[in-house]
């Protein structure tokens, strides 16, 4: 029809019935949930429960044993091994992927996580915390609608944690989507909280 416009969906990441499983162990059954713009959720669960293994699912780096996982937009994921060249100075493994993503604002993203100082250091002597906050800085550049973040807190002091806290507030502020597993609960208004033990296997009765 002349002068109509064709609606742009908005991001959503959802699960349906998935199963999950790591080599021969069934970690997870029948999970469903459904994310859609600005809107979030804290995965909580003791180490070894299947969290790290659902959240490279849902991202596409493992396949699902069983169900769906539906991705409108596209996906950034900030786990234990941040996509840096380890043995470059952290500002040119950065530039690498601000080069690729167009990031024209770089410096204050940096700034914004604290990086600055840190920018020569090459990033296989960086801590935990600083090496998670260069991964938050990547992510930020990819300027994507999903964020996958995997124990984003681990290392940070309560400062960095704020950061993080005020990031995820402002992505879904935007009409992003944030999928987070932490042992920490962020202060993220609306946000919704889901125990991957509920959907552990459990043994049948003899």
Request: aromatic fraction near 4%; proline fraction near 6%.
């Amino acid at each position: 029809m002349e002068g109509s416009e064709t609606a742009v969906p908005g991001p959503r990441l959802a699960a349906e019935g998935l199963a999950c499983r790591r080599g021969e162990r069934l970690l997870l059954r029948k999970l469903s949930f459904a994310l859609d713009t600005g809107e979030a959720l804290h995965l909580t669960g003791a180490n070894g429960t299947g969290k790290t293994t659902l959240i490279r699912t849902l991202a596409g780096l493992a396949r699902p044993y069983a169900g769906e996982v539906e991705a409108v937009g596209g996906i950034g994921l900030v786990d234990e091994r941040p996509a840096l060249d380890p043995d470059l100075p952290l500002g040119r493994a950065l530039g690498f992927w601000e080069r690729v993503d167009g990031v024209a604002d770089a410096g204050s993203i940096h700034a914004r996580l604290g990086l600055e100082r840190l920018l020569d250091v090459p990033v296989r002597y960086l801590s935990t915390g600083q090496r998670k906050r260069a991964a938050l800085a990547a992510l930020m550049g990819r300027r994507v609608p999903i964020w996958l973040l995997d124990e984003p807190l681990s290392g940070l002091d309560a400062g960095a944690i704020a950061t993080v806290t005020q990031l995820v507030g402002e992505h879904l502020a935007h009409g992003g989507i944030a999928l987070v597993a932490s042992h920490q609960t962020l202060a993220v208004p609306g946000l919704r909280s889901l125990a991957i033990e509920d959907y552990a296997p459990r043994e049948e009765p003899a």
